[in-house]
């Protein structure tokens, strides 16, 4: 093969289908594309790909392995670096990361790092194998993981392979933090993540559902069962509201609560599941996010005949990923940008009916980089609709940080830690957004990795 063939285009359902259904919408390589796609590799002696990785997978090297049709040596040389390659391989915003520090996308089209790691994950999975890094000898020294977000699964999967008894305790009934209860199941089947998290099970992880730090137990209380050190990833689920009128009327929903009854409680499947969402005939989504997206696409699907995404900025400055932008137009969703809500309006029963917004122009920059949006004198308009999902982002859950008053936090709530997720308490390290805020799966795993290093230099010091 030649390395001048062009970038394969990954095959996708059908629009008109899919708004119909909640299966994925990528459909993921072939061999014979993967093949097209891992020869145009080319195996660069110093590899810009692999410093773009916040896990530093050793990307060349695992698409060699997929060029020579070494498949199950690929997957497990890619396993590790990264204990959640199908998860990785589907949500990760590699267009911003080991793709465009690769070297082949400054003259042409980047190699397709994610498509290749999703390719070699399916393949595993497609043919009922379980790659299983190797572990060293147990030690008996109790380390406790509080979370189960990709932060929390990265830090117990390393700490479990240097011989740590690891416990994560995570308060849903589920593991996969925000991967099962925020994505949905068109983006990231649940299926895949209870699949990734045997792989940790297989390590020697126990997971103890249920289990809410802060209230059932405190860090203390495992202090005294025996834990020597801990990390918090308990991600910041804790939604950001709107100062406006109408906050309190029916059909006003957080995007947290909106996916998390469709996606952990599976409202996508009523009545097989008893959670009912009556989305109605028109739904608007205030946001411009990537969980924005994924609430328009959930209503969507869930029977809404419109839904409208309505964002304060521009299109340039919204901060969703371009590809799921790309799948929301398809699927008709409409945007009104430089769009900024002042009231929700409701009837006489309480329900929402109309969403007043008021048309904005960008000024100069603001603290986050992007030119501050200001309003327009005498533009306001009303949007009739008949639900109004809140997704402008979320912040730090009080729920744990309050019983560790010794614990140094941020003004907004956030885990004071070093660049290897130390705080100022010796045994407590944390990572993820409960540290960064809202941030990328991949960043997050990052994390959890530096504290996985850090909490065994502390253990053995």
């Not at 983006?187 to 390590?203: A, D, Y």
């Not at 946001?287 to 409208?308: F, Y």
């Not at 109004?388 to 730090?396: D, F, M, S």
Request: proline share 6%; hydrophobic share 40%.
């Amino acid at each position: 093969m030649t390395k001048t063939l062009l970038r394969p285009k990954m095959p996708e359902q059908d629009p008109k289908e899919r708004i119909h259904n909640f299966e994925e919408v990528p459909l993921g390589y072939s061999e014979e594309m993967a093949q097209i796609e891992a020869n145009r590799c080319l195996q660069c002696a110093d590899p810009k790909c692999i410093n773009g990785c916040p896990v530093n997978i050793d990307i060349p090297g695992f698409i060699k392995l997929i060029k020579e049709k070494e498949y199950r040596k690929a997957i497990e040389y890619i396993k590790e670096f990264n204990i959640l390659p199908a998860i990785c391989g589907r949500v990760c915003p590699q267009e911003i990361q080991c793709e465009q520090a690769c070297i082949l996308g400054k003259k042409k089209e980047p190699i397709a790092i994610g498509a290749l790691e999703r390719f070699i994950a399916d393949w595993e999975r497609e043919n009922s194998l379980k790659a299983c890094p190797d572990c060293q000898p147990p030690n008996n020294i109790k380390v406790a993981i509080i979370g189960s977000g990709p932060a929390s699964l990265t830090c117990a999967a390393d700490l479990a392979r240097k011989g740590y008894e690891v416990t994560i305790f995570e308060a849903l009934h589920k593991g996969g933090g925000v991967l099962v209860y925020g994505i949905p199941e068109f983006r990231l089947p649940k299926e895949i993540v209870r699949e990734e998290i045997e792989t940790l099970e297989m390590l020697g992880v126990k997971i103890e559902y249920n289990k809410i730090i802060g209230k059932i137990l405190t860090i203390d209380d495992l202090r005294e069962m025996g834990y020597k050190a801990f990390f918090i990833g308990v991600g910041a689920g804790l939604p950001i509201m709107l100062t406006m009128p109408g906050l309190n009327l029916n059909g006003v929903v957080t995007a947290n609560e909106f996916l998390t009854r469709a996606n952990l409680m599976k409202a996508y499947k009523f009545p097989e599941y008893d959670t009912p969402i009556n989305v109605g005939r028109i739904v608007t989504v205030i946001g411009g996010g990537n969980v924005a997206l994924d609430s328009a696409r959930v209503a969507l699907r869930l029977g809404a005949e419109k839904v409208i995404v309505v964002y304060r900025r521009s299109e340039e400055e919204m901060p969703a990923r371009r590809a799921e932008y790309h799948h929301a137009l398809e699927e008709g969703i409409e945007f009104q940008f430089l769009t900024n809500p002042i009231e929700i309006i409701g009837d006489d029963l309480s329900n929402v009916r109309e969403l007043k917004v008021i048309k904005m122009k960008l000024g100069e920059l603001d603290d986050s980089g992007r030119r501050r949006p200001l309003p327009i004198e005498n533009s306001q308009y009303l949007i009739p609709t008949d639900m109004v999902i809140l997704a402008i982002g979320t912040r730090a859950n009080p729920i744990l940080t309050r019983t560790l008053p010794k614990l140094k936090t941020t003004k907004s709530g956030y885990i004071e830690t070093d660049e290897f997720g130390r705080t100022n308490i010796e045994d407590i390290f944390a990572g993820g957004d409960i540290v960064t805020g809202s941030a990328t799966v991949i960043s997050a795993m990052g994390a959890g990795r530096m504290a996985a290093k850090a909490i065994d230099e502390y253990l053995n010091s």
